[in-house]
T-cell receptor, first 113, second 114 residues
Framework: GESVGLHLPTLSVQEGDNSIINCAYS??????FIWYKQESGKGPQFIID?????DKRQGQRVTVLLNKTVKHLSLQIAATQPGDSAVYFC????????????FGQGTELSVKP | DGGITQSPKYLFRKEGQNVTLSCEQN?????MYWYRQDPGQGLRLIYY???????QKGDIAEGYSVSREKKESFPLTVTSAQKNPTAFYLC?????????????FGPGTRLTVL
């Protein structure tokens, strides 16, 4: 069936380095992709999204890249800080499925000072 | 403050009991959602509601029930029919479900079955 998954379950980086979190998706009909950050014991927080007709979108210290050819999504965090430590989820939405989010498993990002 | 709230933060249930988790939003959102999250896993959709007095099953609705009598409220009941209810439950809301509308999440309720 259709699914969204992540390549790496854990990622450890040094403070100040750039982080790259990857996500593979299988539904070529998905219309939107979203990255969420979830800190321990809290609900997910929206980070950035990208429409399926875009390849790249930048936010503050974050960039999302979408490669539809290989069905790959990535989140780049520049100058990673200890406060970035969390679990990051990608999610997809297909418009004709009532706005339901399909979440991937998640990647835990650990930032070493 | 505008936002979405869930209560209680922690909930303990004995086997065979039904429990109800509260979700309230003052964002004037039409759509509300309930997700379940197991350790190390992503979120899975239990139920969602696009409008008052209407709701649809998500991917894992068995053993759960919901109601949507008011726009602001979308309580979730975990029934005794749910075989493995221990999990972190998250409620979300969005303006609507047509096209893409950002979902805003509550802080979650952690349910433990004793």
């Amino acid at each position: 069936g259709e699914s969204v998954g992540l390549h790496l379950p854990t990622l450890s980086v040094q403070e100040g380095d750039n982080s790259i979190i990857n996500c593979a998706y299988s539904n070529s009909a998905s219309d939107y992709f979203i990255w969420y950050k979830q800190e321990s014991g809290k609900g997910p927080q929206f980070i950035i999204d990208i429409r399926s007709n875009m390849d790249k979108r930048q936010g503050q210290r974050v960039t999302v890249l979408l490669n539809k050819t290989v069905k790959h999504l990535s989140l780049q965090i520049a100058a990673t800080q200890p406060g970035d430590s969390a679990v990051y989820f990608c999610a997809e939405i297909t418009y004709n499925q009532g706005g339901k989010l399909i979440f991937g498993q998640g990647t835990e990002l650990s930032v070493k000072p | 403050d505008g936002g979405i709230t869930q209560s209680p933060k922690y909930l303990f249930r004995k086997e065979g009991q039904n429990v109800t988790l509260s979700c309230e939003q003052n964002l004037n959102h039409d759509a509300m959602y309930w997700y379940r999250q197991d350790p190390g896993q992503g979120l899975r959709l239990i139920y969602y509601s696009q409008i008052v007095n209407d709701f649809q099953k998500g991917d894992i609705a068995e053993g759960y029930s919901v109601s949507r009598e008011k726009k602001e409220s979308f309580p979730l009941t975990v029934t005794s029919a749910q075989k493995n209810p221990t999990a972190f439950y998250l409620c979300a809301s969005s303006l609507g479900t047509s096209g893409y509308n950002e979902q805003f999440f509550g802080p979650g309720t952690r349910l433990t079955v004793l």
